[in-house]
């Protein structure tokens, strides 16, 4: 465990070594990383469980190395589904969240009129997809109000499910765009009270907050491993309830992994969650994720989940007092991700000079939140995403960095 014990915070909890974290991470001397949000830098640990991997398959063949690493390999699951208070069998790999999101969703056997219920804040790509389930399958789509202090009106929302009955009820824990944290257990409260399935996108939220799919209560849930899970790239992941298992659900493209044929008219999907998965697997990153998975367990996913949004807090009070920057973040409650306007300045030249600085940052535009940038009336912001190895002085130097830009952006206007 990579925590103090000689060292305990006000409430108890361990104080994380974040020098140790840092020199864990070999990116962290070379940048300072604010694109969590993007990616994680990768923790040395996952990053030498792929290079062993790549090695073993360059020296004795993929499917004899893939058949060495077995027990490892299913560590992903057993790992993932402790994390997420749920069993091994319940994991389903994906190549991406999107990726597992559609395969999911591929699974809704949905006719004409089915209401697909949702928010103005889920991301992008789910928006694209139920208004492809509009175009395809004639599914209404409905988006739950917001409440005054932003993210979604959780009891607007139940009255739309009493009211529609939805055949899905979807909802993204951390949009991609903003601080904000929507409540998605509260959401799924009232999903269970009136039985309707549930599928929540927590790409942004696991390896940043505890997740507990009971408490959630969703049906599904699909994430990435490469954010705040610290995970490689092109890894991702889907979480299946016994409920929707046993139910029968399955993907509209189920391929020899997730199903048997066992006549020539005849197929049955397996018992498990692998029904969503694909035969070919990348294994060195599913290898790198079990790793990122169990790094992220040792840090302590409490720990985590205080440290990295107080840096953001601490990064948003700054940059909150900086003449010439907006702070986009609305919501009751915020997470890492810390968004703003600024006066003065064209996006791609504004990044730039951040990017001058080794700071890491992602801009945000309009067509990436068409509700939350028509709300906030701006076409595009710079999103800044600290971790928990990030440090107090990192968020200072980045504040001050933006505060000098600022200044040079009113000085050309
Ligand atoms: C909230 C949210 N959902 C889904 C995704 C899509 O993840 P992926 O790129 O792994 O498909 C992202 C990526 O930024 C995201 O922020």
């Known amino acids: 465990m990579r925590v103090h014990d000689s060292a305990p915070l006000d409430n108890a909890e361990p104080l994380l070594d974040v020098a140790a974290l ?14 969590n949000a993007g990616c994680g830098l990768l923790p040395a640990p996952v990053l030498s ?30 790992e993932l589904g402790a994390m997420l208070n749920t069993g091994p069998d319940n994991i389903a790999f994906a190549s991406s969240a999107t990726h597992a999101y559609a395969t999911a969703l591929s699974a809704i056997p949905f006719e004409p009129g089915d209401v697909v219920l949702t928010t103005r804040h889920d991301f992008i790509s789910n928006q694209i997809a139920f208004l492809s389930l509009r175009k395809r399958f004639g599914v209404r789509l409905v988006h739950a109000p917001d409440a005054p202090e932003g993210g979604v009106d959780v009891a607007a929302m139940a009255d739309l499910m009493r009211e529609h009955r939805p055949r899905l009820v979807a909802a993204t824990h951390i949009p991609t765009n903003s601080g904000l944290v929507q409540p998605v257990a509260e959401i799924g409260r009232h999903c269970r009270e009136l039985d309707l399935l549930y599928l929540v996108d927590a790409c942004q939220s696991v390896g940043q907050y505890p997740l507990d799919v009971d408490e ?180 200072d130097e980045v504040s001050a960095a933006v505060a000098d830009l600022a200044r040079l952006g009113s000085s050309a206007r």
């Open 22 to 35: 840092r020199a864990d991470t070999p990116g962290c001397a070379e940048v300072i990383h604010f694109n």
């Open 49 to 78: 469980a792929m290079q062993d991997h790549l090695n073993l398959e360059a020296r004795i063949g993929g499917y004899e190395a893939s058949a060495a690493r077995a027990d490892e390999v299913r560590q992903f699951y057993v």
């Open 216 to 395: 959630i209560g969703c049906d599904l849930l699909t994430a990435t491993c490469r954010k705040f899970l610290r995970g490689p790239r092109g890894s991702g992941f889907l979480y299946v309830s016994d409920r929707v298992l046993r139910a029968g659900y399955e993907p509209l493209f189920i391929d020899m992994y997730g199903a048997r044929w066992n006549a020539p008219g005849h197929y049955e999907p397996v018992r498990t969650a692998a029904r969503f998965e694909d035969w070919e697997f990348p294994y060195a990153a599913v290898l790198g994720c079990a790793a990122a998975v169990r790094y992220a367990r040792n840090v302590g996913v409490e720990a985590i989940a205080r440290r990295t949004p107080a840096l953001a807090a601490r990064l948003r009070d700054q940059l909150a007092a900086v003449p010439g920057v907006r702070v986009l973040d609305q919501g009751a409650r915020l997470g890492a991700l810390v968004t703003f306007a600024i006066e003065g300045w064209q996006p791609e030249s504004f990044k730039a000079a951040v990017d001058e600085r080794r700071i890491n940052s992602a801009l945000s535009f309009r067509g990436l939140a068409q509700f939350d940038f028509g709300d906030k009336d701006v076409d595009w912001c710079l999103r800044l995403s600290p971790h928990y190895y990030n440090t107090e002085e990192e968020v």
